[in-house]
């Protein structure tokens, strides 16, 4: 089963979620928008929810420390360079990498 870090982006929000699942991605973006996480989860909050990045890992602990360091930069201007520069996103996924 393949693993994930993903971006979701909300229009109405104008905000963006970063997570990381082990699952089908499709449906875990369709989970988000139904509210099926809980009412108190962040991504609870609106139904509008789109793709805006994913990164393809090697296993589920690297989504994670992916999903963590993406976290760690508290950035949309970040995060929006990731999707601009293919050479960022080489980078923090190589960074993230188990050796």
Do not use: P
Not at 4 to 10: A, D, E, F, G, R
């Amino acid at each position: 089963m393949s693993s994930h870090t993903y971006i979701l982006y909300s229009t109405t929000l104008n905000k963006f979620y970063i997570g990381a699942c082990h699952e089908d991605l499709d449906q875990r973006i369709e989970n988000h928008n139904a509210g099926v996480y809980g009412s108190k989860s962040f991504t609870s909050n609106t139904n509008d929810w789109v793709l805006f990045l994913k990164f393809d890992c090697d296993d589920y602990a690297h989504a994670i420390r992916l999903e963590r360091k993406i976290k760690s930069m508290k950035s949309s201007v970040y995060i929006q360079n990731l999707n601009t520069y293919a050479e960022l996103r080489d980078k923090i996924f190589k960074e993230t990498r188990s050796t």
